[in-house]
């Protein structure tokens, strides 16, 4: 249940009701510059503020999450020998895989997981609304899989660099010059 959570955005000027649309936190940085009115900073997120006010527009036909961590890294995941999430920690440590990276995709149909170190994970939301079932490998669902997965694959490249669209004041005119050109 990681992919579903709840957004609860209060504008007292908007229209109430939202429900159902798919947003993605990096949407918060890009709706939050809206509302304040600043430069937005290039990013991948999306403002939803015209979604705020009128419910019926259209946003995102999807959502994507990654996380997790390659094998790697289980040097530096969290220790702890006390408190609420020592026994996570522990198996983490142990079981390294378990907390493995993993990118998912929601459509209003399918959620698809694509784990680095797991088999992959498919749900048909409108039959499984608790996602119980894995329907990954299935001969009669392999069009949909492929589908969600080529979807990731799109939106890894869409989202993999930022190009810079103006200088950075850090630096001088003459690294500038060679970075940007005059």
Known sequence: MLLRNPLIVHDPTGACGVEGAFVELVDLTATLEDFAGIERDVHFGRSFQ????????????????????????????????????????????????????????????????????????????????????????RPEHAAVERQLRDRIFHWLFETSDIVPDRRDPRFDDDLQRAMFGS
Do not use: M
């Open 50 to 137: 015209e979604l705020i006010a009128d419910p019926s527009a259209e946003h995102r036909d999807a959502a994507f999450s990654e996380g997790g961590f390659p094998l790697r890294e289980e040097p530096w995941l969290e220790t702890g020998d006390e408190g609420h999430y020592r026994h996570k920690q522990a198996i983490q440590h142990e079981r390294t895989e378990l907390v493995g990276r993993a990118i998912a995709v929601r459509t209003a149909d399918w959620c698809y997981v694509e784990r680095l170190y797991e088999g992959a994970e498919l749900y048909d939301r409108r039959a499984d609304r608790r996602e119980t079932t894995n329907l990954a490998g």
